[in-house]
């Protein structure tokens, strides 16, 4: 317990902790509460037609790993904005930063009568090496990153998302909303237009994400559950259509996948 008291700790007075009271300066404008504006999920509209029940891991699990995956793309949004020296990109990341720390899904954790930080402890090391081997050594490369891997996680996290009843529900209405990185695109797309060594140098960091996010989708079900020919049946269609997705993302900024 002593130990489990000073893990909390330490994530509480982490860098994360830190940043999280800092987001309202970067993003939160004097509002009467913030509405969810759905975008259209046609790329993962085959993905939350599977009945992933078999498969689907215990529901704090499931809130545990989607909320941390947020914390950290927030964390790493946030952390653009400080190495990004342009005012008007550092805008656009605010706002992505913002709807990344809007989806944490920490209020409805708390509702659920669970500590949020309690839930998200047990997935810690393993994405936060997800993230150090995503992490690029160019900050447009870390911004591909995001759009990539969140993009996916997303999709498969919603997919998941329907195995869970009305907290299901209320998850894939928070994972659906807008998530404000449509200016990343605009970013890179621009990036690549400067300079054409910038398209090859990409599309083959956009192509090495998919294999480490892939694993991190199939680490999300059910822990020890050895994926048979039946669940690898049942699951295909998912990869396939986060696959699908991804090479539309790349597509948009005339990357190959």
């Known amino acids: 317990a002593s130990e489990r008291a000073a893990d909390q700790d330490k994530l509480d007075a982490s860098p994360r902790s830190r940043l999280s009271r800092m987001v309202k300066w970067f993003w939160q404008r004097?509002?009467?509460?913030?509405?969810?504006?759905?975008?259209?999920?046609?790329?993962?509209?085959?993905?939350?037609?599977?009945?992933?029940?078999?498969?689907?891991?215990?529901?704090?699990?499931?809130?545990?790993?989607?909320?941390?995956?947020?914390?950290?793309y927030f964390e790493t949004l946030s952390q653009l904005i400080t190495s990004t020296p342009e005012l008007a990109q550092k805008e656009s990341l605010s706002r992505a930063a913002g709807s990344a720390y809007i989806k944490h899904l920490v209020a409805l954790i708390r509702e659920r009568g669970d500590e949020p930080t309690a839930l998200m402890l047990p997935f810690r090391e393993q994405l936060d090496a997800f993230r150090t081997a995503t992490h690029g050594r160019r900050t447009e490369e870390t911004m591909l990153t995001v759009h990539i891997t969140a993009g996916m996680l997303d999709d498969f996290y919603l997919a998941l998302a329907h195995s869970y009843g009305d907290t299901g529900r209320r998850v894939a209405r928070i994972l659906q909303a807008d998530d404000d990185r449509d200016a990343i695109v605009t970013i890179l797309t621009a990036k690549i237009e400067s300079d054409p060594e910038w398209r090859s140098l990409l599309g083959l960091w956009g192509r090495r994400l998919v294999g480490d996010t892939l694993l991190v989708a199939r680490a999300a079900l059910r822990s020890g559950h050895a994926l048979d020919r039946e669940d690898e049946e049942l699951v295909e269609p998912v990869f396939t259509g986060l696959m699908a997705a991804h090479a539309r993302r790349m597509d948009a900024m005339g990357l190959a996948a």
């Open 30 to 72: 004097p509002q009467a509460g913030r509405s969810f504006a759905l975008k259209s999920r046609d790329a993962a509209s085959n993905a939350t037609k599977i009945d992933f029940a078999e498969l689907a891991p215990g529901i704090d699990t499931f809130l545990g790993q989607a909320a941390y995956l947020q914390l950290g």
